[in-house]
């Protein structure tokens, strides 16, 4: 994904703002997108302890992760974890553990779907790898498009024509197409019956 699609507010406490830790931050919000493809906003607060004459400065990192259907907090504070004296390796953990809630997030929102409905599941009719979008036959006739971002798992390039997806709607603009804001491969070990 070369441009993020969420908005991104990083905020310093108690540490100098840093273009290079800015730039950690901005490279690991970007992968959350190949989690969750309907990430709305992210906020990340870096802070250093107040009181500067502790001899291990440990790092705390926050995120708020803003997703329809709710919000992810994060927090890597109060552990005694002395390698968050290194502010790039806090930043890593607490990044980690946004990926860990994200994917559980996704889960239980998926588990909750299909106690309601059967998502929607179709054939790619297109994959346009350059340009980082596709198509789904619906199995309604309908076709739908589709995102990398929306893919899974980082999945958009092992996408092949004819492959079959399970997906979610997303809103659409008056007028447009459909679009898909999930879209999960199926494989011998998920199946959803015949498309």
């Keep these: ?50 009181n500067r004459h502790h ?27 002395l390698a968050h004296a290194d502010v790039y390796v806090a930043i890593r953990d607490a990044f980690n553990a946004a990926v860990r809630r994200l994917e559980d997030f996704v889960r239980r929102h998926e588990s909750k779907m299909k106690h309601h409905e059967a998502a929607p599941h179709g054939v790619v009719s297109l994959v346009n790898r350059e340009e980082g979008y596709g198509f789904i036959a619906g199995a309604a006739g309908d076709e739908v498009y589709f995102h990398r971002t929306s893919v899974v798992n980082d999945a958009f390039n092992r996408l092949r024509k004819g492959a079959k997806v399970r997906y979610t709607l997303g809103t659409k603009a008056r007028g447009s197409s459909p679009q ?16």
């Design 1 to 50: 994904m070369a441009n993020q699609e969420f908005p991104l507010q990083i905020a310093f406490r108690n540490i100098d703002p840093s273009a290079a830790i800015e730039a950690r931050v901005r490279t690991a919000a970007r992968k959350l997108a190949r989690f969750h493809g309907r990430i709305t906003s992210v906020r990340v607060v870096i802070a250093a302890p107040e």
């Design 55 to 81: 001899r291990e400065r440990l790092y705390d990192v926050r995120i708020s992760l803003a997703v329809p259907g709710g919000t992810i907090w994060i927090n890597r504070g109060g552990q005694l974890n």
């Design 180 to 195: 898909a804001s999930t879209v999960h491969r199926v494989g011998k070990h998920n199946p959803v019956g015949p498309v």
